[in-house]
């Protein structure tokens, strides 16, 4: 009796209340000891419970978001199903179940009744639709957020079932993997000309109306505009996941110049320094880059430089052909000249070549900004950005005129262009 009350007084020190984080005093190996210094054994469960717990809580942590949000669907999707469909209620830790043929009718509907309707249509539909075929990597996401569950469950100690990925489960994942998709999408009624080529982003027209739309934000007050267009136009342009660009830090953006071939001047490359994304399991050091667009609304360098404002030879562009002046530019982002100058003149703390890179880019936002916010004034005129006094300043005015004399002589039908590119064609 006196062993009882210590392991409970132990297990009240050793276990973090449900819903707190676990101190680090819990996982101190001195847990597993009792008042005369041996080794509990209760102790030392409780204790590799704790450590185990903790141990999967941090490699949930570490998944990322689109893997999460996938296996959680799936994994409530089959729990409902269990309990719906074959009557087989979700075994929580800690609960005593009994056998399901004496549960009452009062239980038996007040456990039905706990499910939503929304969720029991889900299912119907699910069950009702059985002729139809799934693809190999659907197939592959519940087997995996099955097993993921059955993880959990063994860990707590209610699962004494073996894995669900057996080797006939494999073997059948490598037969969805090797069967036509073609012919599947015939059984399936699928409408083929919807694939990803066509139903995607193909042409600019299409990136330009997203890009707006996101821009022309009124339902979230436009607090995210440039932000979700930002991401947007990155991934876009750099081939990445949104994830990798959610992950993004300020020390993983940098400034490059690119040489121009024929001249003295260079253009202005951002590049991003990235480790970590659903393709990149081992934190290889992966980068992408992007440049200048010449349409001023699908410009990742405006994106970018706007959030930045926002929120705190062959070919040339005429919104860049003018050069804001000094004092205009000391206007935008005006700490960073000072930063750059102490972060050179290496006095500060410390130094890094992260803070150069970035600190490179806001200098280089300070013209690219005013040149673009010149052009975008026209695309998005209602914007709340240019209720900045910023925008109101003569210097910036005189600059926008300017900037809307170059873009003006330089709009010219694509005839006349070809016509001075490759008049043998134009004939």
């Not at 509990?40 to 941090?58: C, F, G, I, P, W």
């Not at 300020?250 to 690119?258: G, K, N, S």
Request: charged share 25%.
């Amino acid at each position: 009796m006196e062993d009882e009350i210590n392991v409970e007084a132990s297990t009240s020190n050793c276990v973090a209340a449900e819903g707190e984080e676990i101190q680090e005093d819990a996982a101190l190996p001195s847990a597993i000891f009792d008042d005369d210094g041996r080794v509990s054994e209760n102790r030392l469960k409780e204790y590799e419970d704790v450590v185990k717990d903790k141990a999967y809580k941090t490699i949930q942590a570490a998944r990322g978001y689109n893997t999460s949000t996938a296996y959680c669907s799936k994994q409530v999707e089959y729990l409902l199903f269990c309990e719906t469909v074959i009557n087989r209620p979700l075994r929580r830790s800690g609960v005593l179940y009994i056998n399901d043929k004496t549960r009452t009718n009062e239980e038996a509907s007040a456990s039905t009744s706990t499910n939503s309707s929304a969720q029991l249509r889900n299912i119907k539909a699910s069950i009702t639709n059985q002729g139809k075929k799934l693809s190999y990597n659907t197939c592959n996401i519940y087997v995996a957020a099955i097993v993921d569950l059955w993880n959990y469950q063994k860990l707590k100690g209610v699962n004494s079932h073996e894995s669900p990925r057996t080797k006939v489960i494999s073997q059948l994942l490598k037969w969805v993997r090797r069967r036509r998709g073609a012919a599947d999408n015939r059984k399936n009624n699928i409408d083929r000309a919807t694939s990803l080529q066509v139903s995607g982003c193909t042409t600019i027209e299409q990136v330009v109306a997203v890009a707006r739309k996101m821009y022309n934000d009124p339902a979230q007050h436009y607090k995210h505009s440039f932000r979700n267009a930002n991401a947007l136009l990155v991934s876009h342009y750099s081939l990445l996941r949104g994830e990798s660009v959610r992950c993004l830090e300020l020390a993983d953006i940098l400034l490059q110049e690119l040489p121009k071939i024929g001249a003295d001047s260079s253009y202005p490359i951002v590049t991003m320094i990235f480790n970590r994304s659903k393709t990149n399991q081992f934190n290889t050091v992966q980068s992408g880059a992007f440049m200048r667009n010449k349409n001023v609304a699908i410009c990742p360098f405006m994106a970018l430089s706007s959030h930045f404002f926002w929120s705190s030879s062959t070919w040339c562009l005429a919104r860049a052909i003018e050069e804001p002046p000094a004092e205009l530019k000391r206007l935008v982002f005006p700490m960073a000249d000072y930063w750059y100058e102490r972060h050179t003149t290496k006095n500060v703390d410390q130094t890094s070549g992260s803070a150069d890179g970035f600190l490179l880019l806001l200098k280089c936002f300070q013209t690219t900004f005013l040149q673009d916010a010149a052009a975008m004034m026209d695309v998005i005129p209602d914007h709340p950005i240019w209720k900045n006094e910023l925008f109101t300043h003569p210097l910036f005015l005189d600059f926008r005129r300017k900037v809307r004399v170059h873009i003006d002589a330089r709009e010219e039908p694509q005839s006349e262009l070809l016509k001075k590119v490759a008049p043998e064609v134009q004939d």
